[in-house]
């Protein structure tokens, strides 16, 4: 069973791995503060999904810990994975697997690769996240569902002993892309407040009652205006945000669906970053026309790294059918300057990094 027309565009919305680059970059005016780091002795992992083939519509799932190379999680053939998500303690990993038409939410527990399947149902359900416990292990997963065109959250313990609840603060509104705070307190999400396809969208953050079944005391801490914004990431001290910004309405560009390439809306992008509670917004990356367009933010361990999606803004001869896959922006005290993360991630997309403290 499919969804109908109207949750395919809202969905398509989501699927914006499916981006292009041109290889150029621009030097963006950026913050003018530095942010003090000291690395901590830490395993990081970084979990992405990259396409063998550039027309292949099944990516695989690849782990990579403290730098090593990229071990292939599930076996060819497993189905079409997207939205990777790791643990703040680096246990498990969540992702939806499917096709926008129908995508169902697994969790996988890395130390003996066990898979459970969190939802089976005829919607899709997409975009999980991780909501820790006190300690700081993870709990629950949340993620959203369609039905009859509306998106809304929902949460479920990663062992599926339990039923599916919806969360959503209101559960005739458009909810998105949660993503949860590490101390396990907060959650931030999408909301599209004018019902619009997904083209005027803002981020609202809230708080978990107590257990963890209800979104309270929520608070809109982007900027109001007109256009869309996705993506938001926590910070790991739960006390910063960051998402991204784009115009559909005055933007071009194509993406690749599976029907081969189609008109799109990217033109800029813009990437913000702020406090939990909606304080000292700024922007700290601008993809400008024919520049190219860099989303899905994450901070690395050291606040002065984001790890970001690489997409085209404008198709160049050179670089025509090919991914652009995992930048790096770093902050030289002064702006914002972006470098390929790793060679071997040319032809990758949702990708997810976390650094687990060792004493």
């Known amino acids: ?22 290889m150029g970059f621009n030097q963006n005016p950026g913050v003018t503060h530095n942010v003090a ?10 979990l992405v999904n990259c396409y063998k083939e550039i027309k292949s519509h099944d990516p695989e799932l690849y782990l990579s810990i403290n730098d090593g190379e990229l071990e292939q999680i599930l076996p060819d053939g497993s189905g079409h994975t997207e939205n990777v998500e790791i643990s703040t303690n680096g246990e498990y ?18 130390s003996d690769r066990k898979e459970t399947r969190i939802t089976d149902n005829a919607h899709s359900d997409v975009n999980p996240n991780f909501i820790n416990n006190e300690k700081g292990d993870p709990e629950y997963v949340v993620w959203f569902k369609v039905i009859d065109d509306i998106a809304n959250l929902y949460r479920r313990k990663i062992d599926a002993s339990d039923k599916e609840i919806n969360i959503s603060p209101d559960k005739k509104a458009q909810y998105w ?20 396809g997904g083209k005027t969208t803002v981020i609202i953050v809230g708080e978990f009652s107590k257990t963890k079944d209800k979104i309270i005391n929520t608070k809109i801490v982007s900027d109001t205006t007109k256009i869309a914004r ?25 993406y690749w669906f599976k029907e081969g390439w189609q008109d799109g809306y990217q033109q800029y992008w813009k990437i913000l970053r702020a406090n939990a509670d909606g304080t000292n917004r700024e922007v700290i990356w601008v993809s400008l026309k024919d520049d ?37 922006l770093t902050f030289d005290g002064k702006k914002f300057n972006i470098s390929k993360y790793r060679k071997d991630t040319t032809n990758c997309s949702w990708f997810d990094f976390v650094a687990v403290k060792k004493d």
């Open 1 to 22: 069973m499919g969804i109908s027309t109207g949750a395919k565009k809202l969905l398509a919305i989501f699927a914006g791995s499916f981006l292009y680059t041109s």
């Open 37 to 46: 780091s000291v690395k901590p002795k830490r395993t990081a992992y970084f």
């Open 93 to 110: 990993i969540a992702y939806s697997k499917g096709h926008n038409e129908k995508s169902e939410v697994y969790v996988m527990r890395l």
């Open 177 to 196: 892309d949660p993503e949860c705070s590490p101390d396990g307190k907060k959650i931030a999400f999408v909301h599209d407040n004018n019902n619009s």
């Open 230 to 254: 996705t993506d938001p990431s926590w910070n790991q001290s739960s006390d910063k945000l960051m998402w991204d910004e784009w115009d559909r309405d005055n933007s071009t560009g194509k």
């Open 292 to 328: 190219p367009i860099n989303f899905l933010p994450i901070w690395t361990d050291n606040e002065n790294e984001v790890l970001v999606t690489g997409a085209f803004a404008k198709q160049s001869n050179k670089d025509k059918g090919e991914f652009s896959g995992i930048f790096k």
